[in-house]
């Protein structure tokens, strides 16, 4: 059975770009997260899809946001990028929306010069 | 404000010994706690998780005991293995409430020595 899979697994971008990255989770899994990890930060959870509808969302600005389409992968998009937005984006997919176990991609390194 | 706290960034065992690995948390919410093991520039491994309404699950090498009224969780490992060596995140959900979204605590780095 695939893993999550997240791409692309590396992007460097200038700041005031916008970027999209993207997350297909595990066949059957209805559910997917997107958490920041920073070093200063650590992980940090930015929002969560179900079946297309955002159910949870962190403490992020508007410049974060995503979608979710009806086969469950899902899309982030960060607009007007800044430096500090340079961290490891990580998508994580669930079965249900009922608290199970969260299975991890490999992550997107985003870099903001 | 920290809801999940992993107060020891380090840990160093020798191998065959056991590692224990503590995280405390604060919100009385939570009801469902994870562990998961994580390389540098890779994504975090799910080890074992545990319900609140149970105080200890094992799962091989891994066991994780709960302590809902000291609101604190350990995971064990034993017998440690220098493969183990990695950094070490509990997180916490409450299930009721926020499904899947998850809280990590800041991370334990385990060092493994042969």
């Known amino acids: 059975k695939a893993g999550v899979t997240q791409t692309p697994r590396y992007l460097i971008k200038t700041r005031g770009q916008q970027v999209t990255l993207s997350c297909s989770p595990i066949?059957?899994?209805?559910?997917v997260s997107w958490y920041q990890q920073t070093p200063g930060q650590g992980l940090q959870f930015l929002f969560e899809?179900?079946?297309?509808?955002?159910?949870n969302k962190g403490n992020f600005p508007g410049r974060f946001s995503g979608r979710q389409f009806s086969n469950s992968r899902s899309e982030m998009n960060v607009s007007t990028l800044e430096l500090g937005d340079s961290a490891l984006y990580l998508c994580?997919?669930?079965?249900?929306?009922?608290?199970?176990?969260?299975?991890f991609g490999q992550g997107t390194r985003l870099t903001v010069v | 404000d920290q809801q999940v706290k992993q107060n020891s960034p380090s840990l160093s065992v020798q191998e065959g010994r056991i590692s224990i690995l503590n995280c405390d948390y604060t919100?009385?919410?939570?009801?469902?706690f994870l562990w998961y093991k994580k390389y540098p520039a890779e994504g975090p491994t799910f080890l074992i998780s545990?319900?609140?309404?149970?105080d200890k699950n094992e799962d091989g090498r891994f066991t994780v005991f709960l302590n809902k009224s000291a609101k604190h969780l350990s995971l064990h490992i034993v017998p440690s293995q220098p493969g183990d060596s990695a950094v070490y995140f509990c997180?916490?959900?409450?299930?009721?409430?926020?499904?899947?979204?998850?809280?990590f605590g800041g991370g334990t780095r385990l060092m493994v020595k042969p």
């Open positions: 994580a997919s669930s079965l249900s929306s009922l608290g199970t176990e969260a299975f």
């Open positions: 545990i319900s609140s309404i149970k």
């Open positions: 919100n009385s919410m939570f009801d469902y």
């Open positions: 997180a916490a959900s409450a299930r009721r409430n926020a499904g899947n979204m998850l809280t």
């Open positions: 066949s059957g899994h209805r559910s």
């Open positions: 899809y179900f079946s297309e509808t955002q159910r």
